[in-house]
């Protein structure tokens, strides 16, 4: 019999003893844990997910994400780490560190590289479409005033991007 | 629903009294998390002592209900211990 769990991966038992109240006592015969011996609960003595594995530093920072996206951005999100979200200009698509599409309501399209101050030092990938999401819906005109853009294959000018009517701000 | 099958948090003013609210400040482990209950006067200055270091610190904070999404979000200056979750992202800058 092989058990596939790590760490007992590869490692096989004999059934030493089978206890009254459905205990069995195992001694592993190959593998990591040659030689020990170990008590064995049954299924319905066992607590179902009773050890979960810590999420990882992205795992942590997507569900976050993932809880502030509509269904459909959370799809796009899912399917290409990308999602669209309308603003007073046009549609910004996050997704693409410093190369942000942005589609104005008068059909331009644009590059924008807009990132959260220091987002160099550590933040996972999610945790900064949180905070660029966050901080357009919040103040849409400060976003593009401070955003770097460029026209599709140019070169790229500091921010305010160009022909927008912005409104005065907060952040 | 009879009185024997009231639960926990159907009663507003009991919810009121129970509420604990989250704070996630983003970092490097995807976000530190400091909770809060308006009836432990312990974690409340706690959570206001955090709230005003990372005030401080020229993050911005976003309060948000429940379960809601990013458009209810509300940008805030001011620590509200009724909020059900906090939300600290950095400030925004050209790349």
Redesign the interface.
């Known amino acids: 019999m092989v058990v596939a769990t790590a760490p007992f991966r590869d490692a096989t038992f004999e059934v030493v003893d089978c206890l009254e109240d459905g205990k069995k006592v195992l001694c592993f015969t190959a593998g990591p844990m040659a030689g020990r011996r170990v008590l064995a609960f049954p299924d319905d003595q066992c607590l179902p997910n009773s050890w979960v594995r810590p999420?990882?530093?992205?795992?942590?920072?997507e569900?976050?994400l993932l809880?502030?996206?509509?269904p459909e951005q959370a799809t796009s999100w899912l399917g290409s780490k990308r999602f669209w979200v309308g603003t007073p200009y046009g549609d910004l698509q996050l997704g693409e560190?410093?190369n942000m599409r942005f589609k104005s309501h008068e059909g331009e399209e644009l590059r924008l590289?807009?990132?959260?101050?220091?987002?160099g030092?550590?933040?996972?990938p999610p945790?900064v479409w949180?905070?660029?999401?966050?901080?357009v819906?919040?103040?849409p005109g400060?976003?593009f005033r401070?955003?770097?853009w460029s026209r599709r294959k140019g070169e790229w000018f500091?921010?305010p991007v160009p022909g927008l009517e912005y409104q005065r701000t907060?952040? | 629903m009879s009185p024997d099958r009231q639960t926990v948090g159907d009663d507003p003013e009991e919810r009121s009294s129970t509420h604990v609210g989250t704070m996630?400040i983003?970092?490097?482990?995807?976000?530190t998390v400091v909770t809060w209950s308006v009836e432990e006067a312990a974690t409340l200055e706690r959570a206001e002592a955090v709230f005003e270091q990372e005030l401080f610190a020229k993050k911005?904070a976003?309060a948000?209900p429940e379960?809601a999404?990013?458009?209810a979000?509300?940008?805030i200056y001011a620590f509200d211990p009724d909020a059900a979750e906090i939300?600290w992202?950095?400030?925004?800058?050209?790349?």
């Open positions: 999420l990882t530093p992205y795992e942590r920072a569900q976050l809880s502030l996206l509509t560190l410093s590289c807009v990132v959260p101050e220091n987002h030092r550590g933040l996972p945790d949180v905070n660029l999401l966050l901080a819906n919040a103040d400060s976003f401070v955003a770097n500091l921010g907060l952040i | 996630r983003l970092d490097r482990t995807g976000d911005m976003f948000r379960g999404l990013a458009d979000a509300e940008r939300i992202v950095r400030p925004i800058q050209g790349g």
